[in-house]
């Protein structure tokens, strides 16, 4: 199965409080029901094990159950808005496609 791991930092200007408030409470319910989603997480970097400041403020998980159904369901409507959203507050996020070993 794959996994997408998507790394960001937030615009500037864009507060910890808006962000995370749009997490909980729009973007994690959304996306956790998609039936291409088995399971979505949002986390935020502590720092790096040993020391220092972590290169990415958060991290998203998203267990998919069907990449290719993921392709028609961020199509809705709804999921275009959570995009857009997102879009305006992540700086230059960076989406990675996994598969397990």
Do not use: H
Request: proline share 5%; aromatic share 8%.
């Amino acid at each position: 199965m794959s996994k997408i791991v998507v790394l960001f930092n937030l615009k500037p200007g864009v507060s910890v409080a808006d962000y995370e408030k749009f997490a909980r409470e729009t973007d994690l319910p959304i996306v956790n029901r998609l039936p291409s989603v088995r399971s979505f997480e949002v986390l935020k970097s502590q720092g790096l094990l040993g020391g220092g400041t972590a290169p990415f403020q958060y991290i998203e998980i998203i267990d998919l159950n069907s990449l290719e159904q993921l392709g028609q369901d961020v199509s809705t409507e709804t999921m275009q808005k959570v995009a857009a959203t997102f879009q305006s507050m992540a700086d230059n996020p960076q989406f990675i496609v996994t598969e397990s070993l």
